[in-house]
Protein backbone atom coordinates (compact mmCIF):
# COMPACT_ATOMS: atom_id res chain seq x y z
CA UNK A 1 0.00 0.00 0.00
CA UNK A 2 1.61 3.60 -1.36
CA UNK A 3 1.84 6.46 1.16
CA UNK A 4 2.59 9.72 0.22
CA UNK A 5 2.78 12.45 2.66
CA UNK A 6 3.71 16.35 1.83
CA UNK A 7 4.83 18.49 4.55
CA UNK A 8 6.85 22.20 4.45
CA UNK A 9 3.58 24.46 3.25
CA UNK A 10 3.11 27.62 5.07
CA UNK A 11 2.85 31.13 4.59
CA UNK A 12 5.49 33.22 3.18
CA UNK A 13 5.69 37.02 1.75
CA UNK A 14 6.33 37.41 -2.05
CA UNK A 15 10.15 36.96 -2.75
CA UNK A 16 10.19 34.49 0.20
CA UNK A 17 11.43 30.76 0.04
CA UNK A 18 9.86 27.48 1.14
CA UNK A 19 10.92 24.06 1.03
CA UNK A 20 8.64 21.52 0.34
CA UNK A 21 9.41 17.58 1.14
CA UNK A 22 7.62 14.75 0.36
CA UNK A 23 7.80 11.24 1.81
CA UNK A 24 6.92 7.81 0.01
CA UNK A 25 6.29 4.50 2.03
CA UNK A 26 6.15 1.11 0.40
CA UNK A 27 7.90 1.77 -2.57
CA UNK A 28 11.04 1.15 -4.25
CA UNK A 29 11.89 4.39 -5.18
CA UNK A 30 14.06 3.52 -8.13
CA UNK A 31 11.02 2.38 -9.82
CA UNK A 32 9.18 5.47 -9.64
CA UNK A 33 9.11 9.09 -11.71
CA UNK A 34 8.01 11.68 -8.97
CA UNK A 35 6.10 14.58 -9.50
CA UNK A 36 5.05 18.03 -8.11
CA UNK A 37 1.82 19.49 -9.18
CA UNK A 38 -0.27 22.43 -7.86
CA UNK A 39 -3.69 23.43 -8.01
CA UNK A 40 -4.87 27.43 -6.92
CA UNK A 41 -8.31 27.92 -6.25
CA UNK A 42 -10.53 27.65 -9.02
CA UNK A 43 -7.84 26.31 -11.24
CA UNK A 44 -7.18 23.08 -13.16
CA UNK A 45 -4.11 21.11 -11.32
CA UNK A 46 -0.25 22.00 -13.38
CA UNK A 47 2.21 20.28 -13.27
CA UNK A 48 5.06 21.41 -11.54
CA UNK A 49 8.18 19.74 -12.18
CA UNK A 50 8.91 16.20 -12.46
CA UNK A 51 11.69 13.92 -11.72
CA UNK A 52 12.32 10.24 -13.39
CA UNK A 53 13.44 7.48 -12.18
CA UNK A 54 17.49 7.92 -13.31
CA UNK A 55 16.73 11.90 -11.91
CA UNK A 56 16.32 14.27 -15.04
CA UNK A 57 14.40 16.47 -13.93
CA UNK A 58 12.19 19.13 -15.89
CA UNK A 59 9.51 21.96 -14.97
CA UNK A 60 6.83 24.09 -16.45
CA UNK A 61 7.92 27.32 -17.65
CA UNK A 62 6.44 29.54 -15.15
CA UNK A 63 9.17 27.99 -12.55
CA UNK A 64 11.83 27.27 -14.25
CA UNK A 65 15.37 29.01 -12.52
CA UNK A 66 13.36 29.76 -8.43
CA UNK A 67 12.23 26.04 -8.32
CA UNK A 68 14.41 23.01 -7.83
CA UNK A 69 13.45 19.19 -7.06
CA UNK A 70 15.49 16.95 -5.82
CA UNK A 71 15.11 13.39 -4.65
CA UNK A 72 16.52 11.40 -1.95
CA UNK A 73 16.11 7.47 -2.62
CA UNK A 74 17.74 6.25 0.21
CA UNK A 75 15.02 7.99 2.53
CA UNK A 76 12.31 7.46 -0.18
CA UNK A 77 11.64 11.01 -0.49
CA UNK A 78 11.40 14.38 -2.67
CA UNK A 79 11.66 17.80 -2.45
CA UNK A 80 11.04 20.96 -3.92
CA UNK A 81 13.14 24.06 -3.12
CA UNK A 82 11.10 27.39 -4.05
CA UNK A 83 12.82 30.65 -4.52
CA UNK A 84 11.58 34.29 -5.29
CA UNK A 85 7.78 33.31 -4.95
CA UNK A 86 5.23 35.42 -6.17
CA UNK A 87 1.69 35.60 -5.42
CA UNK A 88 0.50 33.47 -7.79
CA UNK A 89 2.19 30.28 -6.44
CA UNK A 90 -0.46 30.23 -3.94
CA UNK A 91 -1.81 26.53 -4.55
CA UNK A 92 -1.98 23.92 -2.95
CA UNK A 93 1.05 21.48 -3.53
CA UNK A 94 0.76 17.61 -4.29
CA UNK A 95 3.20 14.93 -4.83
CA UNK A 96 3.01 12.21 -7.04
CA UNK A 97 4.34 9.10 -8.23
CA UNK A 98 4.80 6.72 -11.17
CA UNK A 99 5.66 3.63 -11.29
CA UNK A 100 7.22 2.78 -14.45
CA UNK A 101 6.65 -0.64 -14.57
CA UNK A 102 2.76 -0.43 -14.81
CA UNK A 103 2.42 3.40 -14.96
CA UNK A 104 -0.16 3.62 -11.88
CA UNK A 105 0.23 6.90 -10.14
CA UNK A 106 -0.18 7.53 -6.49
CA UNK A 107 -1.16 11.16 -4.88
CA UNK A 108 -0.65 12.73 -1.53
CA UNK A 109 -3.07 14.79 0.32
CA UNK A 110 -1.27 18.03 -0.59
CA UNK A 111 0.18 20.85 1.23
CA UNK A 112 -0.82 24.24 1.49
CA UNK A 113 1.33 27.20 0.01
CA UNK A 114 0.17 31.15 0.14
CA UNK A 115 2.31 34.17 -0.53
CA UNK A 116 1.51 37.07 0.20
CA UNK A 117 1.63 40.58 -1.25
Known amino acids: QVQLVESGGGWVQAGGSLRLSCVAS????????MDWYRQAPGKPRELVAT???????NYSDSVKGRFTMSRDNAKNTVYLQMHSLKPDATAVYYC???????????WGQGTQVTVSS
Open 96 to 106: SARRILTSVQY
Open 26 to 33: RITSSSYA
Open 51 to 57: SSNTGNT
